[in-house]
């Protein structure tokens, strides 16, 4: 069946500009995760869905981002004036339970350049 | 604050040998923790998860081993294949917070063949 997808898998913009990214989790998969992984490094947590609802966005670096999931299955990452500091990969996935202890299944992410 | 360490950054090993990545933690709260194979342009992908009542996992040529009481758990690659070559990630569950992931900084692993 079909995984995650993510859309778009590149967006170039320049500093001060919008841009939302979109996440297609599995079909029936209830939990849904955003991270933002810079080079080098590890997933960074940034927000997690249950259902409809934001139930944890603490990862949220500011109130440039923000992200929503209005009928409980694509989401959509918002950021709001972007930064060269924003640029990393956007990395969303899904799992079929809530608590994540069930696998969480990754799209290959949304590479974020902020010129 | 890191809440995983990981070593090391990066590891070459030749076809056939065997691939150690050690982790280790603070957080006695964590209550799962999963491995992760990340390859170029890809999401990280599930490899084998561990929970802290076990001490050893092993599925196929992967092996966790996991020692409570140092904090401490490591990734086992044996026989590993040019194919292994990836970026791998130790990851922890739960803490103060029962949604969130906290991942390693990454090893990349390289298989001389």
């Known amino acids: 069946g079909a995984g995650v997808s993510q859309t778009p898998s590149n967006k170039v913009t320049e500093k001060g500009k919008y841009v939302e990214l979109r996440c297609d989790p599995i079909?029936?998969?209830?939990?849904l995760y955003w991270y933002r992984q810079s080079l080098g490094q590890g997933p960074e947590f940034l927000i997690y869905f249950q259902g409809t609802g934001a139930a944890d966005d603490s990862g949220l670096p500011n109130d440039r981002f923000f992200a929503v999931r209005p009928e409980g299955s694509v989401s959509t990452l918002k950021i709001q004036r972007t930064e060269r500091g924003d640029s990393a990969v956007y990395l969303c996935a899904s799992s079929s339970q809530s608590g994540g202890l069930n696998e969480q299944f990754f799209g290959p992410g949304t590479r974020l350049t902020v010129l | 604050q890191q809440q995983v360490k990981q070593s090391p950054q990066s590891l070459i090993v030749q076809k056939g040998g065997i691939s150690i990545i050690n982790c280790a933690y603070e957080?006695?709260?964590?209550?799962?923790f999963p491995w992760y194979q990340q390859f170029p342009g890809k999401g990280p992908a599930l490899l084998i998860a561990?929970?802290?009542?076990?001490s050893e996992k092993k599925e196929g040529r992967f092996t966790i081993s996991f020692n409570k009481s140092a904090k401490q758990f490591s990734l086992h690659i044996m026989d590993s294949q040019p194919g292994d070559s990836a970026t791998y990630f130790c990851?922890?569950?739960?803490?103060?917070?029962?949604?969130?992931?906290?991942f390693g900084s990454g090893t990349k692993l390289n298989v001389k063949p």
């Open positions: 079909s029936g998969h209830t939990a």
């Open positions: 957080n006695t709260a964590f209550d799962y």
């Open positions: 990851a922890a569950h739960g803490g103060d917070n029962f949604n969130k992931f906290y």
């Open positions: 561990i929970r802290p009542d076990v």
